[in-house]
């Protein structure tokens, strides 16, 4: 399939990306848009569609490399969804002219992705195109300003930022739902079984700052690494005992967003941008959660007036109802299906 100054969207795949492609083709002209997925159909449900290719159709590395050539040739503009693939970095540090007409949405873990910690030679090499392939690119999509600054410290960064949230993922559809006078408290911990979260050193603060017996322990572990996930049960359940409960079943989203009602308090431990759609459904909802304070989502939340918190000063008790209502109410301005349609407009009709 060859389609002729469309805009090509590249992405390896995730759990959110097929929302995403049904607004697209529902909000904009679905005949502008061409889906490229790089990965399996199966590892993230996307339904073939007219305007789909799966990579994988194509059973030589001769046709996928063809087929990824020819439509790079032939599009308007190319959007990289993420930018972890090794073979994308190699084919764009060969193939670097169409660059200029590239535009990459920051993810927050291509910023940090390792891709070898024993073999630092290899890794060396990696970043060396990576840089070489970013400092060439056309436009820079991030909601996070402190994202993008880092891709320009450490990757050279020329090309101007498009502030976008890009994501139905990160969209806020709910409603105020503070929970009630009661003392107990549902504590969430993390967002998947990845070392990132930091749970162990989360259940620290936690076990140094309960001051009763009252509260429940959740942590969400249904994807991720399956041998962390154990060790995080492991420890969970031998600090808290039955007051921990795991999630180990994947939700679907509907399911997911009703649990997140139940929270009091978040506790998001990650040393760079991670879980930012939970953490705006939940401060959505009206629940305290806490962060990292040298994380880009907490200065960003910050200098849009929103009560975030410091997980270095943690303090278990829920937050106050003004506060809880007025990041509501910013949360709803900021993060509304309105404002996503008018910032994929931007960057879909953005001229180089």
């Given amino acids: 399939m060859i389609q002729k100054n469309v805009t090509l969207h590249m992405a390896s795949g995730d759990k959110f990306l097929p929302e995403f492609i049904d607004f697209v083709n529902g909000n904009f002209n679905k005949e502008e848009h061409l889906f490229l997925i790089l990965r399996s159909r199966k590892s993230f449900f996307i339904r073939p569609g007219s305007n789909i290719i799966f990579l994988d159709d194509y059973s030589s590395s001769f046709a996928k490399y063809k087929i990824v050539k020819n439509n790079l040739k032939n599009c308007s503009k190319v959007i990289f969804h993420g930018f972890f693939n090794i073979n994308l970095i190699l084919f764009f540090s060969l193939n670097f002219r169409v660059l200029k007409k590239c535009i990459w949405v920051i993810w927050g873990g291509d910023l940090y992705v390792k891709y070898s910690d024993r073999n630092r030679v290899f890794e060396s090499f990696l970043n060396l195109f990576r840089k070489f392939i970013f400092g060439r690119l056309g436009a820079v999509v991030s909601f996070l300003v402190s994202d993008y600054a880092y891709a320009k410290k450490k990757f050279g960064v020329k090309a101007p930022h498009l502030k976008s949230f890009v994501y139905l993922s990160n969209l806020f559809r709910g409603s105020f739902s503070i929970n009630g006078e009661n003392s107990h408290l549902n504590i969430l911990i993390g967002n998947s079984a990845t070392k990132s979260n930091n749970h162990f050193d989360a259940f620290c603060k936690i076990k140094k700052s309960v001051t009763s017996e009252n509260y429940t322990v959740f942590a969400p572990l249904s994807y991720g690494n399956r041998s962390y996930s154990d060790e995080v049960v492991r420890l969970g359940r031998s600090l808290f005992g039955d007051k921990f409960v795991p999630l180990l079943d994947f939700m679907n ?79 709803v301005r900021y993060f509304s299906e309105e404002k996503l349609r008018d910032q994929l407009e931007e960057i879909f009709n953005y001229k180089f």
Avoid: C, M, P, W
């Fill in 253 to 331: 989203k509907s399911s997911y967003e009703k649990f997140l009602e139940k929270i009091d308090i978040a506790i998001f431990n990650h040393d760079r941008q991670q879980a930012l759609g939970n953490t705006i459904q939940l401060l959505g909802l009206g629940k305290k959660v806490y962060l990292k304070k040298n994380v880009s989502q907490f200065k960003e939340f910050k200098s849009l007036g929103v009560k975030i918190f410091d997980v270095d000063s943690l303090e278990l008790s829920k937050i106050d109802s003004q506060s809880a209502k007025s990041n509501h109410d910013l949360i």
